[in-house]
Nanobody, 133 residues
Framework: QVHLVESGGGSVQAWGSLRLSCQRSGWRYNHACVGWFRQAPGKEREGVASMDINGTPSYSDSVKGRFTISRDNVENTLYLQMNEMTPEDTAMYYC???????????????????????????WGQGTLVVVSS
């Protein structure tokens, strides 16, 4: 059975930093397209960052230069380092994976995903991030 569990959310002031973690069981991160997504109140879920099986990262324009996605294949953990945070980053953050993404398609999730499409399964339960001004 496949599981993802996020952690690391919390409250931070503007310009602060947080690091989210996503632990998996049941498969290997370097065998799948994986990503971080977020959903703010009243808005659709959007892609934030993704990483393909080769470890190539991609980012949405809204977080490029501030957020960094990484993975630890030994610890089976996916990370999202978030720096220079703004109140617009306030959202529930989720990790998810596409275990069947064709080569060259993983970046679509961070650059274009808006709540539907693709083949994201499983999802984690989410971790809340609140950024105050």
């Amino acid at each position: 059975q496949v599981h993802l569990v996020e952690s690391g959310g919390g409250s931070v002031q503007a310009w602060g930093s947080l690091r989210l973690s996503c632990q998996r069981s049941g498969w290997r991160y370097n065998h799948a397209c994986v990503g971080w997504f977020r959903q703010a109140p009243g808005k659709e879920r959007e892609g934030v960052a993704s990483m393909d099986i080769n470890g190539t990262p991609s980012y949405s324009d809204s977080v490029k230069g501030r957020f960094t996605i990484s993975r630890d294949n030994v610890e089976n953990t996916l990370y999202l380092q978030m720096n220079e945070m703004t109140p617009e980053d306030t959202a529930m953050y989720y990790c998810a994976a596409d275990l069947s993404a064709p080569p060259g398609t993983c970046a679509w999730y961070s650059e274009h995903y808006r709540g539907s499409g693709g083949n994201l399964d499983p999802w984690g339960q989410g971790t809340l991030v609140v950024v105050s001004s």
